[in-house]
């Protein structure tokens, strides 16, 4: 998972304007299938450590790569970015808590 979460720094580094410009796709499209692989990641980890380790919005990780995956149209690009930008930088700092 945190593999996945630091591809999202090279989406991130891209300019923000061209994130939200729906002329050019890329970046969103990028930084959604960062979000799906890395809600896959978290659907393979192990219950028992799933159960072990509430701090984790496991959940929430399952949800979203559910909607991303499934609703083509409509996701709003503010959402990734704010996923992006502040989700997922945050799971990896509780991710890499759990590994110290």
């Excluded at 923000?16 to 890329?26: K, S, T, V």
């Excluded at 919005?57 to 970015?81: D, F, N, Q």
């Amino acid at each position: 998972m945190l593999a996945q979460i630091g591809d999202v720094a090279e989406v991130i580094r891209q300019d923000e304007q061209a994130f939200f410009d729906p002329n050019r796709a890329l970046a969103f499209r990028a930084a959604k299938s960062i979000i799906i692989d890395v809600s896959a990641a978290a659907d393979r980890v192990s219950e028992e450590f799933k159960g072990a380790h509430p701090e984790i919005p496991w959940s929430a990780l399952h949800r979203t790569r559910s909607k991303l995956a499934h609703l083509y149209e409509g996701i709003e690009r503010e959402l990734v970015w704010e996923t992006i930008t502040g989700d997922l930088p945050a799971l990896a700092e509780r991710l890499r808590a759990l590994l110290e």
